[in-house]
């Protein structure tokens, strides 16, 4: 079983900066990741990377503004948002998936409970 806990979110002014931490336990190493659900919109990939924290990949909005990476002696996941606009404003889930990292939410994946990330103008 595998349990995630993310904080950092909050209310920020656009062009600004937030750190979200994801503090995972159980399973150590899982490819692991961040995803984003606006109200009424579907759940949309932000960032991923690989157990070993040597493969990263981003969702094409927050390209060059976003950068996640990990720390495996502390088992957690960092997603780094600079430049933040208004469109990024959702619930930022991180997730984590035992067989691979899909670009889609899974039936494999463990979820967190999510945190409020609100950009504001």
């Known amino acids: 079983q595998v349990q995630l806990v993310e904080s950092g979110g909050g209310l920020v002014q656009a062009g600004g900066s937030l750190r979200l931490s994801c503090a995972a336990s159980g399973r150590r190493s899982l490819n692991m990741g961040w995803f984003r659900q606006a109200p009424g919109k579907e759940r949309e990939f932000v960032a991923a990377?690989?157990?070993?924290?040597?493969?990263?990949s981003y969702g094409d909005s927050v390209k060059g503004r976003f950068t996640i990476s990990r720390d495996n002696a502390r088992n957690t996941v960092y997603l780094q948002m600079n430049s933040l606009k208004r469109e990024d404003t959702a619930v930022y889930y991180c997730a984590a998936d035992p067989t691979g990292f899909s670009r889609s939410p899974s039936l494999n994946m463990y979820w967190g409970q999510g945190t409020q990330v609100t950009v504001s103008s």
């Open positions: 990377i690989s157990g070993s924290g040597g493969s990263t």
